[in-house]
């Protein structure tokens, strides 16, 4: 379908379907193509161009696009000789205050209620002071809520954090149950992202990992009792990417997934989660300058963020509480029906129907995320670039994805 945009909402992977100006003058030998990275957006805009003409039903090609940024690459040298979007000492900033802070769900901020912690804003590459904390409770009010970018929190203020959503539920449940009747599953979701971000930080804490069955054993009842409607179950992350939460919503529809499929024993069920959890817990070695890098990975970056699926591995490997059956998420994540996925290359047969599902979901996941150089697609937009794809993933998996999104609003 043709759509009217702004030039500024143009973002890498759309396809351009014409503009009104003349294009002789634009350096573009074609009027219609897909754009591969940022230096075509840049010259659009120095053109003067105020809008475009895209087609949503066209995409590019997707190498990598739960590890890349952008999702698509042009020519290796453009990822080495493109100019950084940021200056060294954003970039230092930004790499340190990314272990420092949560990010939260503004849904849980209900107007009128209290915290007793600060509240930041973080958007791009900047965290901002929103609401400072100063030993009186912050009363929630419309200009917070309302606030544009990610709401985020010190790490420090975790344990606040969750006291307050347990207190809020104490309250609003008994008061207002048909209005907050979903702000369990909310509850839920906020704590199994703060148990990832604590297992990303030790990630060969037993103990942590005992915390995931729970978790995981949480989500598959929510689920099971609410029909495989998972919305509130899911973070939409409209302006970055954390990988807590990515970590999370690739649990929550690997589980719902798995669940409309029918396939798999009920008693197993826990399990996948846990493994579809614990898929990124390799992430975890890798240097936060390659794994939150706000701009294209060269290639040897790139070569660095593949060792994650190994480096889980080894993580994994000596925690005798888990399951063998979690390993095939964890192993099999970035492999593709095609062969051309890694860390080994598997085709169609050779990968475990989880690890099936966890590759489909991962890809889904990233694409509708955001990040500080790319706006996030829509469900919609993404299930069509996964639809041209279908030669690396699982054509009855991605039916029955296609049907339990059909909750969330495009």
Not at 47 to 58: R, S
Not at 252 to 268: D, H, Q, R, Y
Not at 319 to 326: A, D, F, G, T
Not at 368 to 388: D, G, N, Q, V
Request: aromatic share 10%.
């Amino acid at each position: 379908m043709k759509q009217k945009i702004p030039i500024d909402e143009l973002s890498v992977g759309m396809y351009i379907d014409g503009v009104q100006e003349d294009w002789i003058k634009t350096p573009f030998l074609f009027h219609h193509f897909s754009v591969r990275n940022l230096k075509q957006i840049s010259q659009l805009k120095e053109l003067g161009l105020k809008y475009v003409y895209i087609d949503t039903e066209k995409f590019g090609d997707f190498r990598e696009i739960a590890d890349i940024p952008p999702e698509f690459e042009a020519k290796p040298e453009d990822a080495c000789t493109q100019p950084s979007l940021y200056t060294k000492e954003e970039l230092t900033k930004y790499y340190h205050n990314i272990n420092l802070f949560t990010q939260i769900d503004r849904n849980t901020l209900i107007k009128g209620s209290f915290v007793d912690f600060s509240l930041y804003l973080k958007k791009n590459l900047g965290v901002v002071l929103l609401q400072k904390y100063e030993n009186t409770d912050i009363e929630i009010t419309d200009s917070i809520v309302s606030a544009e970018g990610d709401i985020v929190i010190e790490k420090a203020s975790n344990r606040k954090y969750k006291n307050y959503l347990n207190d809020l539920f104490r309250v609003k449940s008994l008061q207002e149950p048909e209005r907050f009747k979903h702000l369990k599953q909310i509850i839920v979701r906020e704590n199994s992202k703060i148990l990832v971000q604590e297992l990303l930080d030790e990630p060969r804490s037993g103990e942590k990992l005992k915390e995931c069955r729970g978790a995981v054993e949480e989500i598959v009842d929510i689920i099971e009792k609410n029909g495989l409607v998972i919305s509130d179950l899911l973070t939409i992350n409209k302006y970055d990417y954390y990988t807590y939460t990515h970590s999370v919503n690739v649990c929550v529809l690997t589980v719902g997934l798995a669940l409309s499929l029918k396939m798999f024993p009920e008693n197993e069920i826990p399990s996948i989660g846990i493994g579809a959890l614990l898929h990124d817990i390799g992430k975890s070695l890798i240097p936060v300058e390659i794994l939150n890098k706000p701009s294209m990975l060269t290639e040897s970056e790139f070569t660095v963020m593949k060792q994650h699926v190994l480096m889980a591995q080894k993580i994994l490997s000596g925690q005798k509480i888990l399951l063998r059956e979690i390993y095939h998420p964890v192993m099999e994540h970035h492999e593709k029906l095609s062969g051309k996925g890694y860390p080994r290359g598997l085709a169609d047969g050779q990968i475990h129907p989880v690890g099936r599902l966890v590759s489909l979901i991962d890809t889904y996941d990233a694409l509708t995320t955001a990040r500080p150089y790319k706006k996030a697609f829509s469900p919609f937009e993404a299930l069509s670039i996964i639809r041209k794809q279908l030669d690396d993933f699982d054509n009855l998996y991605y039916i029955n994805l296609v049907k339990i999104l059909g909750s969330i609003a495009d």
